[in-house]
């Protein structure tokens, strides 16, 4: 299953696929050319399809946890302070993606969604200290019975648009689509202080079943 973010993209991809190998067999009579451009076309078509796959994920919903965002590494745990919406201290949960891992963003709880802004910015490497603050990025802020969460789409130096599907008001369930970043970037995440965290520095998470902290 792929994400819908990327059916043109791939399409694009099958057909240059297709047109350069054509090209290629009826122009070059050499086996070991056609092969070559076979093989590195062949390769370009499979890093895309793999880019924009949206494999399904089964989420146990439950008020009292926050699951992962996103595929990746867990990059950054610690308490800092959060000055776009609840301008308090927090703990901030990063989680980075590089280009192989899958960029489809979920909601870590279910809930209302209360903020929901894009930023433009820069784009710096997504693992920069100031990344959270200076690169392109969006900020959503869930709310449910339990807690009251924020989480921020990074862009990184390779990613040049985010998706947000967010919007306030929505009613949004834990673990379904949210958005999709393109290419490598991060993920933040803001819970309370007093959380308890689920996962380590460096620790490998799954987006929509990874729990990573508990309410």
Same mark, same amino acid.
């Given at each position: 299953m792929f994400h819908k973010e990327g059916y043109k993209i791939i399409s694009i991809a099958i057909v240059l696929f297709l047109g350069i190998n054509v090209a290629s067999y009826v122009a070059i009579q050499l086996d070991y050319w056609i092969f070559s451009i076979f093989l590195i076309t062949l390769a370009f078509l499979i890093l895309i399809l793999q $880019? $924009? !796959?949206? +494999?399904?994920r089964e989420t146990n919903t439950n008020e009292a946890t926050v699951v992962s965002p996103v595929d990746g590494k867990v990059v950054v745990i610690e308490e800092v302070f959060e000055k776009e919406f609840f301008k308090k201290e927090m703990i901030q949960v990063s989680v980075f993606m590089s280009p192989l891992n899958v960029h =489809? &963003? !979920?909601?870590p709880i279910a809930g209302e969604v209360k903020f929901s802004k894009y930023h433009p910015g820069?784009?710096? %490497? #997504?693992?920069? +200290?100031? #990344?959270? /603050?200076e690169n /392109? !990025? &969006? &900020? =959503?802020v869930v709310k449910n019975n339990k807690v009251e969460i924020l989480y921020r789409q990074i862009a990184g130096a390779l990613a040049k648009r985010i998706v947000n599907y967010a919007q306030e008001g *929505?009613? %949004?369930i834990q673990g379904a689509d949210s958005? $999709?970043?393109k290419f490598g970037s991060r993920v933040d995440v803001f819970l309370p202080i007093g959380t308890e965290i689920k996962? #380590?520095?460096? *620790?490998k998470v799954k987006g929509g079943e990874s729990i990573i902290a508990s309410i």
């Amino acid at each position: 299953m792929f994400h819908k973010e990327g059916y043109k993209i791939i399409s694009i991809a099958i057909v240059l696929f297709l047109g350069i190998n054509v090209a290629s067999y009826v122009a070059i009579q050499l086996d070991y050319w056609i092969f070559s451009i076979f093989l590195i076309t062949l390769a370009f078509l499979i890093l895309i399809l793999q $880019f $924009f !796959r949206n +494999p399904k994920r089964e989420t146990n919903t439950n008020e009292a946890t926050v699951v992962s965002p996103v595929d990746g590494k867990v990059v950054v745990i610690e308490e800092v302070f959060e000055k776009e919406f609840f301008k308090k201290e927090m703990i901030q949960v990063s989680v980075f993606m590089s280009p192989l891992n899958v960029h =489809v &963003t !979920r909601h870590p709880i279910a809930g209302e969604v209360k903020f929901s802004k894009y930023h433009p910015g820069k784009y710096l %490497v #997504a693992w920069h +200290p100031k #990344a959270s /603050e200076e690169n /392109e !990025r &969006t &900020t =959503v802020v869930v709310k449910n019975n339990k807690v009251e969460i924020l989480y921020r789409q990074i862009a990184g130096a390779l990613a040049k648009r985010i998706v947000n599907y967010a919007q306030e008001g *929505q009613k %949004v369930i834990q673990g379904a689509d949210s958005g $999709f970043i393109k290419f490598g970037s991060r993920v933040d995440v803001f819970l309370p202080i007093g959380t308890e965290i689920k996962v #380590a520095l460096h *620790q490998k998470v799954k987006g929509g079943e990874s729990i990573i902290a508990s309410i």
